[in-house]
């Protein structure tokens, strides 16, 4: 699979039917650090702010983002061991999240990846509206996985 920057923007907001019905939108997709947003538009629940599973998977999402930009797809598959969300304030306008992963665990994931066949990594985010206010913080424990693993 050759994975270029538009490649992997088309997987992120297309390979999962729900993302793209949601109208997930990849802002950023750069080694260690990606940028996800999502309308309200399409999105709101029955008092006018965004569905809890909207932000959910706004949450969730930048994990898949991280992996195909910083790590060898042909190598490892990312798999979802938990995701917790706190929901801080109602949504009322488009929402975004930012997800960055330094250099230091970047390597201590394929270190730790190439001589186990697994790594697992916690990642922690802030969903914050159109004003930079934030709406919901996240933490997700997250693995790679060898391929045929």
């Keep these: 699979m050759n994975l270029t920057p538009e490649t992997i923007k088309q997987t992120v907001e297309?390979?999962?039917?729900?993302?793209?019905?949601?109208?997930?939108?990849?802002?950023?997709?750069?080694?260690?650090?990606?940028?996800l947003g999502a309308p309200l538009k399409g999105n709101e629940n029955h008092i006018g702010s965004i569905y809890a599973g909207a932000l959910f998977t706004l949450a969730e999402m930048p994990v898949g983002a991280l992996f195909l930009t910083t790590f060898d797809a042909s190598k490892y598959y990312p798999i979802v061991k938990e995701v917790t969300i706190k929901f801080v304030r109602l949504a009322r306008s488009d929402v975004s999240i930012e997800m960055v992963l330094s250099e230091e665990e970047t390597e201590r994931i394929r270190t730790e990846a190439?001589?186990?066949?697994?790594?697992?990594?916690?990642?922690?985010?802030?969903?914050?509206?159109?004003?930079?206010?934030?709406?919901?913080?996240s933490r997700g424990i997250f693995q790679i996985r060898a391929v045929g693993r």
């Design 14 to 35: 297309k390979a999962v039917p729900f993302v793209e019905r949601m109208g997930l939108k990849a802002y950023e997709l750069r080694p260690g650090r990606v940028r």
């Design 114 to 137: 190439a001589q186990n066949g697994k790594s697992e990594f916690t990642l922690e985010g802030e969903i914050k509206d159109e004003s930079g206010v934030v709406v919901a913080v």
